[in-house]
């Protein structure tokens, strides 16, 4: 059965029934229109209806400048409110808002902005020299609108528009928007290979920000969460995970420019958080402030982490420091618009060392490297079936043909599933250390080296040996103090990881560092480890 639409307007019909991100930005400064929706780094607020007023501007600006429908607009912003309106502006108007991450090189933002075939970049000032060097050599760029006050730049024969001049207050923005229509890409970390462009729709984020909502206990109504974010919006995480579930649900977002303890604390008394979702350093990081026992931190409900283990013991100390918080884990990845698995409170006692079940959203399985779905327990490569899974790589045919095999979406990640549903991370399949032919999962190794009292931060990776292939090597950071001038320290190590690990798996080398290479959301860069390992040895 299907409806005779012959007598509706098609765009009457779309506006009426379709699933759009933008929109959600309209219902939400229709009801809360004088909530507090953002708060920037540099302290100033902007309501829900000043949001939309902004984001509209964006829009229709965009639209009067002859962008064409689904075409790319690279964002080059720090965190700020601009950033958002930006992104909502793109996706009211149907286009594809490019975030690029501005700590990157000038030589890769050079390149991913030719490969996303962008003509327009909206710009913090202070970056235009980055992008007068990027664009060196480019000719397709032919608008620049630039954030923040000043003179007017010199951006060579390409049209230059102040991006306060487009927040003008004027009718909706009413074109038509496909569900399935491409909302942001956002290019991968790139760590060993050139960064590839995940695109991802409408569908994708809407149903991503519900489930992450629904999730982490986000509210909707006279109570609503107020969440301080810190990781950078050009990635998925502060972006669709943190940032869009709460605006979502009309919560207020503080920004942070960066992570300062003393500052995010100052935050979550001041505006009386309800969430937090911080690396397992930074929230150690939180807890050694001299400052923390004076502060009331009653309001935080929910204490999120991701991206690395969390020791048990620090485990214990965040939930002392946050009396009416729960504990909880989220892990995900650009493709799959995270998170794609939540680790329950109550697995915090009972399989700490656990991902957790899939969110409500997701499908999650083990596939054998034939493709056939495993039995429980079974070690394999973690895969998915889910709504907010990407819509493909851009301009890499090969790339989705592999990742998309055999009808599920493959997560280049190492687990198995036991029998109450509970996901097990092992190891992504690239960081798997291969050492006298047993296979040592090095997450494993840095969860134990991670409880040791002496231990900061480490990265376990192989390499290269001639007698065992690739031998464990543990690079690790140790807690401000701690005497490195004899052996004493590595010997008391290596005897711990013999207490805890089966011996193939103890490390055969350890290296002391003062700090490890990351990416912008905090990630360690173990490709980046194991190249410095090859070079120097």
């Not at 009457?12 to 959600?24: E, H, K």
């Not at 930005?25 to 007023?53: H, Q």
């Not at 995010?264 to 937090?276: F, G, K, M, N």
């Not at 190891?427 to 009292?453: A, C, M, Q, Y």
Request: glycine content about 6%.
């Amino acid at each position: 059965m299907k409806p005779d639409l012959s007598l509706v307007d098609p765009l009457d019909y779309n506006l009426a029934t379709r699933l759009a991100v933008g929109d959600m930005l309209t219902r939400v400064s229709w009801l809360f229109p004088d909530r507090l929706a953002i708060v920037d780094p540099d302290g100033s607020e902007i309501s829900y209806r000043a949001f939309e007023v902004a984001s509209e501007g964006v829009a229709r600006s965009l639209i009067a400048e002859g962008l064409e429908r689904q075409e790319p607009v690279a964002l080059l912003l720090p965190n700020s409110w601009r950033f958002l309106a930006s992104f909502f502006g793109c996706a009211k108007a149907g286009l594809i808002a490019c975030p690029i991450n501005i700590q990157l090189d000038v030589e890769t933002i050079a390149w991913i902005l030719e490969d996303a075939t962008v003509t327009t970049v909206i710009i913090d000032r202070a970056l235009l020299p980055t992008l007068e060097k990027a664009f060196r050599n480019n000719r397709r760029l032919k608008l620049v609108i630039v954030v923040g006050d000043g003179p007017e730049p010199d951006v060579g024969d390409r049209r230059c528009v102040a991006f306060d001049s487009l927040l003008v207050d004027g009718p909706g923005v009413s074109i038509r928007i496909e569900d399935r229509d491409i909302v942001h890409c956002l290019y991968t970390s790139g760590t060993t290979s050139r960064p590839k462009g995940v695109l991802t729709s409408h569908v994708a984020v809407m149903v991503a920000s519900l489930s992450n909502a629904i999730q982490v206990g986000h509210p909707r109504g006279e109570e609503y969460s107020v969440l301080p974010i810190v990781l950078p919006l050009f990635h998925t995480t502060a972006l669709d995970t943190l940032a869009l579930p709460v605006l979502a649900t009309g919560g207020t977002v503080v920004l942070g420019a960066s992570f300062a303890p003393d500052t995010l604390l100052d935050v979550v008394e001041r505006y009386r958080a309800t969430h937090l979702m911080l690396l397992p350093a930074m929230y150690q990081a939180l807890l050694a402030s001299e400052s923390i026992a004076r502060r009331d931190l009653s309001s935080v409900r929910l204490c999120i982490y991701a991206m690395a283990p969390m020791p048990r013991d620090l485990i214990g100390r965040l939930a002392r420091a946050f009396p009416n918080s729960k504990i909880l884990l989220g892990s995900g990845q650009t493709e799959c618009v995270p998170a794609t698995v939540f680790q329950w409170p109550s697995n915090q006692y009972d399989k700490s060392d656990s991902w957790g079940p899939p969110a409500i959203t997701v499908d999650a399985r083990i596939i054998d490297p034939d493709g056939a779905i495993a039995e429980r327990d079974a070690v394999g490569e973690i895969v998915y079936r889910s709504p907010h899974t990407m819509s493909g790589y851009w301009n890499s045919a090969e790339a989705n043909r592999v990742a998309f095999e055999h009808g599920w979406f493959h997560s280049g990640d190492v687990g198995m599933v036991d029998r109450a549903g509970v996901i097990w991370f092992v190891d992504r399949l690239k960081d798997i250390v291969k050492s006298g032919g047993e296979n040592v999962s090095s997450v494993e190794v840095e969860r134990v080296l991670l409880g040791h009292p002496e231990v900061l931060e480490c990265a376990v990776v192989g390499s290269p040996d001639p007698r065992w292939g690739e031998a464990v090597t543990a690079v690790v950071v140790v807690r401000e103090g701690t005497d490195l001038e004899d052996d004493s320290i590595e010997l008391e190590l290596l005897n711990y990881c013999k207490e805890h690990l089966p011996r193939f798996a103890v490390p055969k080398r350890f290296i002391f560092e003062t700090s490890l290479p990351k990416t912008a959301t905090g990630k360690i860069q173990k490709s980046e480890i194991r190249s410095r390992l090859r070079e120097h040895g």
